[in-house]
């Protein structure tokens, strides 16, 4: 029996992705890194990954003899391919080092929760100004008001929350499951109802982008979110902007959503800080763009929720 190295170490690795997702899952940090509706098929990777560990286990040891049967007839078959155990060239250390290093940092380094520097690297306020031109673009113009009787009939009441409604873990399968159109079009109405505009993580983002679809519809309502405190160079001494991170599928393609926001305060608070505020929606000029802005007139520091992302609604489509 002849033992293949290189065969063992493409063992190990297959088994250390399953032990590294396994750990992501047991301690609840997959969410860190994709969106839950993900979680499923991050589950069935890890299976996927303990299998082909078991396949590749039976390639380790291996009859010499057997192993090179197939070569004995053609002299140029080790040019040809790899049997597992030809040397390591610089060409494979490369190759194996480029699918050790995730794992390495996986495993020693914790997860780190996007902040403030990295909204600075991906744009900022530049990229809310974006975000509002492209919510303005989808715009199809045919949105219906429904305001008859029996559309109202349909609408959850105006101090009650949907069944779907805000969680505070988004990573809860309750909370991430898929809703009807009918069902979201009664988000949106409860939007534009509800006396006080909650900002809730699970309707965060939906709520977000049809304030910033047509800010004139809710100038003067109260809102009510929490977010970190992100600031920008040319801000003036009472602006932030309170911030979230949204994550559509990963973690690589979040994006910046929040409010500029009004807050005597704002210079003694540092960045990062997450608060929890309320105040009155009106509208600013940042830029050229026009955005909205929150006058805050209550606030308070909150600990970082354990989950810090937002992430979109699931709209099941018939």
């Known amino acids: 029996m002849v033992f293949h190295f290189q065969q063992a170490v493409r063992a190990l690795?297959?088994?250390?992705?399953?032990?590294?997702?396994f750990k992501l899952h047991v301690s609840g940090e997959i969410t860190k890194y994709?969106?839950?509706k993900y979680i499923g098929l991050s589950q069935a990777a890890s299976v996927i990954f303990l299998i082909l560990f078991f396949i590749q286990i039976t390639r380790i040891w291996k009859d010499k003899k057997d192993s090179h049967d197939h070569c004995?007839?053609?002299e140029s078959c080790s040019h040809h391919h790899d049997h597992g155990d030809s040397e390591f060239n610089i060409k494979k250390l490369v190759s194996y080092g480029i699918i050790v290093f995730p794992l390495i940092t996986g495993f020693l380094l914790p997860a780190k929760v996007l902040d403030a520097s990295i909204a600075d690297k991906k744009g900022g306020m530049a990229m809310l100004a974006n975000k509002k031109q492209e919510t303005e673009n989808?715009?199809?113009g045919n949105i219906e008001e429904n305001t008859n009787e029996d559309d109202n009939d349909k609408l959850p009441e105006v101090n009650d929350q949907p069944d779907n409604a805000?969680?505070?873990n988004p990573a809860d399968p309750g909370s991430?499951?898929?809703i009807s159109q009918q069902e979201y079009e009664q988000l949106m109405q409860h939007l534009l109802i509800s006396p006080v505009i909650k900002m809730d993580d699970y309707v965060f983002s939906s709520y977000y982008d049809e304030i910033s679809q047509d800010i004139s519809k809710f100038k003067g309502r109260k809102i009510e979110l929490k977010g970190f405190v992100y600031k920008e160079e040319g801000f003036q001494q009472d602006q932030?902007?309170?911030?979230?991170?949204?994550?559509?599928?990963c973690v690589a393609d979040a994006s910046i959503i929040g409010f500029l926001s009004q807050l005597p305060d704002a210079s003694k608070l540092e960045q990062d800080t997450w608060i929890e505020a309320s105040g009155v929606l009106e509208t600013t000029n940042y830029n050229g763009a026009e955005l909205p802005m929150i006058k805050i007139d209550s606030w308070k520091k909150i600990s970082?929720?354990?989950e810090p992302y937002l992430y979109p609604i699931n709209i099941r489509i018939l």
Do not use: G, Y
């Open 176 to 178: 991430q499951k898929e």
């Open 166 to 168: 805000a969680t505070d």
């Open 13 to 21: 690795i297959l088994l250390s992705f399953t032990a590294f997702i």
């Open 138 to 140: 989808e715009r199809t």
């Open 240 to 249: 932030l902007v309170i911030s979230r991170f949204l994550i559509t599928h």
């Open 34 to 36: 994709i969106n839950p």
């Open 304 to 306: 970082q929720p354990d």
């Open 72 to 74: 004995d007839h053609d």
